[in-house]
């Protein structure tokens, strides 16, 4: 933060803070289509869209570059020092700095998000994010997606929902955004590569991916993204009117 785009990027969010605090928290599986409707139902409802995957994803990235044992809580949580990590707003997009390089594309390579799986499930790392995402969502009105949003980053959260999909589905979605993209990587991969994440972000020791016992559980198996859109928007504008 502290850049003059991220604060001017910040400031209607922000603004809305001051007016009233309304935090929405997504949490689910990967590809469940977290992070495209979350900032669609932001962009429609006023709010600012936080992907804290993005944010492991920039330690994963760290400890790829550098070599170090993803496995290794010791040698991954030797790094941390060293890096500065920062999220900016341009226009309306959230881009995140390495060591104040431009990381938001590198990000995004199929190999990084096995990286941030690994380092997202050291101690070390979550408490060393997590002040970062606490007070994004102490300046702003956010819908904050992730794996521990309504469990452990925000868990006075106004809504709480669980947003999921079969693996199947998920992994036809993360092709099809793949192809967009010109990545080229084969289905099995990408389910197998789903399921193992799954795996490893469920079954972690510090918190884990599940869903909190007060989220609304929205299951996107059987909906398009315009239906998923319209019902997760509902459900969010519904709760932003009975808190007002
Ligand atoms: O949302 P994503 O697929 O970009 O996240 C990449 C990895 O980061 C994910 O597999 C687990 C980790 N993560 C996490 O542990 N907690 C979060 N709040 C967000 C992401």
Known sequence: MGNSAAERGLRSAREEKKMKSFDVAIDGPSGAGKS??????????????????????????????RGVDRKDETAVAAILPELE????????????????????REIRMPEISMCASDVSAHAAVRSFLLE??????????????????????????????????????????????????????????????????????????????????????VDTTEIDFDESFRLLCGIIRERMEAEA
Not at 41 to 58: P, S
């Open 36 to 65: 495209s409707l979350a900032r669609r139902c932001a962009a429609e409802l006023g709010l600012l869209y936080v992907d804290t995957g993005a944010i492991y994803r920039t330690v994963g990235l760290a400890a790829l570059r």
């Open 85 to 104: 990590i920062q999220m900016a707003y341009e226009d309306g997009e959230q881009r995140m700095y390495l060591n104040g390089e431009d990381v938001s």
């Open 132 to 217: 970062m995402q606490r007070k994004l969502a102490r300046e702003n009105c956010v819908i904050m997606d992730g794996r521990d949003i309504g469990t452990v980053v925000l868990p006075e959260a106004k809504l709480k929902i669980y947003l999921t999909a079969s693996p199947e589905a998920r992994a036809d979605r993360r092709m099809k955004e793949l192809v967009a993209k010109g990545v080229e990587q084969p289905y099995e991969e990408v389910l197998r590569d789903i399921i193992q994440r799954d795996e490893q972000d469920m079954n972690r020791e510090v918190a884990p991916l599940r869903q909190a016992e007060d989220a609304v559980l």
